[in-house]
Nanobody
Framework: VQLQASGGGLVQAGDSLRLSCVAS????????MAWFRQAPGKEREFVAI????????SYADSVKGRFTISRDNAKNTVYLQMFSLKPEDTAVYYC????????????WGQGTQVTVSS
């Protein structure tokens, strides 16, 4: 499935931002979806994951309580709502998907830049 991420931008510390990731196929509902991010000079890191139904979610400790992942299978879209943004949240954010039976994320969006100024 092809993924298209959007919603990034330049915000100030404490602001909120919502990222979206739209999938090209209706098989989206069978994909476990996740968000990752990569800051300059750092490795890509896990941010959040959501099950196919949307009833199960998990977060990295660094964003727990501030970020919310959700999905709308009718719209083939997964979201990442980010609150109380910090400068250390600055990164390129990627959405990714894998089938329930898969071990690796085989679908990746192109990334959207989030920059948080202090």
């Amino acid at each position: 499935v092809q993924l298209q991420a959007s919603g990034g931008g330049l915000v100030q510390a404490g602001d909120s931002l919502r990222l979206s990731c739209v999938a090209s196929e209706r098989t989206f509902s069978s994909y476990i979806m996740a968000w990752f991010r990569q800051a300059p000079g750092k490795e890509r890191e896990f941010v959040a994951i959501i099950t196919t139904s949307g009833r199960g979610t998990s977060y990295a400790d660094s964003v727990k309580g501030r970020f919310t992942i959700s999905r709308d299978n009718a719209k083939n879209t997964v979201y990442l709502q980010m609150f109380s943004l910090k400068p250390e949240d600055t990164a390129v954010y990627y959405c990714a998907g894998k089938t329930a039976a898969g071990n690796v994320y085989d679908s990746w969006g192109q990334g959207t830049q989030v920059t948080v100024s202090s």
